[in-house]
T-cell receptor, first 113, second 114 residues
Framework: KQEVTQIPAALSVPEGENLVLNCSFT??????LQWFRQDPGKGLTSLLL?????REQTSGRLNASLDKSSGRSTLYIAASQPGDSATYLC????????????FGQGTTLQVKP | NAGVTQTPKFQVLKTGQSMTLQCAQD?????MSWYRQDPGMGLRLIHY???????DQGEVPNGYNVSRSTTEDFPLRLLSAAPSQTSVYFC?????????????FGQGTRLTVV
């Protein structure tokens, strides 16, 4: 059974710091991995999607990497800002690609001014 | 661009009542799914659909029914609400095409069963 783990559960950093969020999964047979952002009381916003054949994706100050063989993904946030404060979720899609996602518990990030 | 639209945003039910959570997408996505989000449990899959007329159970299907009569709509029915179904419910959709399987989520329905 695929399990997704995110460490740490919570993170507090000063503004301007570069930071890394971690996501690990137990079964390397994934179709893709997606990082989401969730603000309190809101829905999920897709940040980056990495296909199983890719190693990384970049969008602005965000960079996500994927190492399927080791079952790990990282989300790198450069020059963090208070507006980055949110919960970040990673989710894997199974190789059968039925649209089913298995989520980690999330990392709640606070960026202090 | 509407994306994925969920209604209602908030709902309070009494134990035993039934209701339908609505989900609609305007992106012609084949895949649609329902998740519930609970503190300490994360997001868990309730039901999903790979196309009109096709549905299947997810991780926590008990107490919920779904149907997919059109590509656009995927309603979730609570048959007899229980306090354990108090949660935030999210609907999601994605394309079936290889390389374009990004999932899009609605804003959620916050349900309280008393």
């Amino acid at each position: 059974k695929q399990e997704v783990t995110q460490i740490p559960a919570a993170l507090s950093v000063p503004e301007g710091e570069n930071l890394v969020l971690n996501c690990s999964f137990t079964d390397s047979a994934i179709y893709n991995l997606q990082w989401f952002r969730q603000d309190p009381g809101k829905g999920l916003t897709s940040l980056l999607l990495i296909q199983s054949s890719q190693r990384e994706q970049t969008s602005g100050r965000l960079n996500a990497s994927l190492d399927k063989s080791s079952g790990r993904s990282t989300l790198y946030i450069a020059a963090s800002q208070p507006g980055d404060s949110a919960t970040y979720l990673c989710a894997v899609s199974l190789v059968s690609n039925t649209g089913k996602l298995i989520f980690g518990q999330g990392t709640t990030l606070q960026v202090k001014p | 661009n509407a994306g994925v639209t969920q209604t209602p945003k908030f709902q309070v039910l009494k134990t035993g009542q039934s209701m339908t959570l609505q989900c609609a997408q305007d992106m012609n996505h084949e895949y649609m799914s329902w998740y519930r989000q609970d503190p300490g449990m994360g997001l868990r899959l309730i039901h999903y659909s790979v196309g009109a007329g096709i549905t299947d159970q997810g991780e926590v299907p008990n107490g919920y029914n779904v149907s997919r009569s059109t590509t656009e709509d995927f309603p979730l029915r609570l048959l007899s609400a229980a306090p354990s179904q108090t949660s935030v419910y999210f609907c999601a959709s994605s394309l079936r095409t290889v390389g374009s399987a990004e999932a899009f989520f609605g804003q959620g329905t916050r349900l309280t069963v008393v």
